[in-house]
């Protein structure tokens, strides 16, 4: 992890927001703190000394320190231990021998395979570790450090914040994606960030066919003060999202974030119901939608390639965000994905809660995937 990280939404949105919390520092020496009682009784004006001196305040009882929450970059790390370990045992047997020659690269490259990370990037690693060291001694941590910075390396690019445009009023944000990949909590935990800047959110209840999904972001929107536009079950999600920009327009609203129900890749039939979402939406205002927000699943393997591909010739996508990387995530995919797409990966989630977004960050990302420390 990056020693000093720029407040959450100058990174994100580009601005100044809310200040960083402060962090507490175990090391940092107690300052005594005042005594209230003693601050109460203090006389208005000071009185001549009286010998012999008070004898010193009792030091105050100090509270046990509350558990540390686990940082997220600690959550990203066990996340991705599944993809890291693996990673990390291929390279304890593959680097056995004191040179390093060509078998030892093949089954290296074929390791990274394994760990999802595409034939591409495994190649480019691969040369990265050989170049210059080929015939010559090499230790497990030099692999991994090499891995870490070419993993960035193509990471790096596509680690861009979400931009928004103070001018749209509203800028709308359509989201996108498989059944269950978060787009309903990540909306949740977006609304609540824009919220705590001041911006005035509307959410759409885009996925008119689960009546639970309408009720998460109902409590979604009370949690974080957004308005939620919803119709009944069963209504035309299309006819929704033209009725929620109008209603975002009038209101002067900033940001519209409209939900949408999951739907798989290769379902012909949704994935044309979610350009007709798009069509009707640009009858209204032909720029919008101005942000595609594709959420991905951490634990899905390779379809996770396919998602992006029919995903984003049918919506568009503009930006991902990779949901669930706190659980047995297959981190290794979004290192295929960058080097595919170069689509910008904007958050992950690395959590359920409201604060369980943060900025993608690929050097963090890269780390924590070759198993070094943050
Ligand atoms: N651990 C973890 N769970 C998450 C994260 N994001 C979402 N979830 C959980 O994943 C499940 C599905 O999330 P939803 O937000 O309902 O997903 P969805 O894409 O809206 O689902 P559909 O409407 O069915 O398409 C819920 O149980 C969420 O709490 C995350 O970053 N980490």
Known sequence: MTEEKKGFFQRIF?????????????????????????????????????APPPPAPEPEPVAAPEPPRVSWFQRLKAGLSRSSNAISQGIASVFTKRKLDAETLEEFEDVLIQADLGLPAATAITAAIAKGRFDKEIEGDEVKTILAEEVAKILTPVAKPLV???ALKPHVILVVGVNGTGKTTTIGKLSAKLRAEGRTVMLAAGDTFRAAAV????????????AVVSRAIGADAAGLAFDALKEAQAAGTEVLIIDTAGRLQNRAELMAELEKIIRVIKKQDPAAPHTVLMTLDATTGQNALSQVEIFGRTAGVTGLVMTKLDGTARGGILVAIAEKYRLPIHFIGVGEGVDDLEPFEAEDFARAIAGLAG
């Not at 409590?219 to 957004?226: D, H, K, L, S, V």
């Open 164 to 166: 928004l445009d103070p």
């Open 215 to 226: 009720e998460q972001l109902k409590i979604w929107g009370e949690r974080t003060g957004a």
């Open 14 to 50: 580009g601005r100044g927001g809310a200040p960083a919390e402060p962090q507490p520092s175990p090391e940092e020496p107690q300052q005594p703190r005042p005594s209230l009682f003693e601050a109460e009784l203090a006389p208005m004006t000071p009185e001549p000394p009286v």
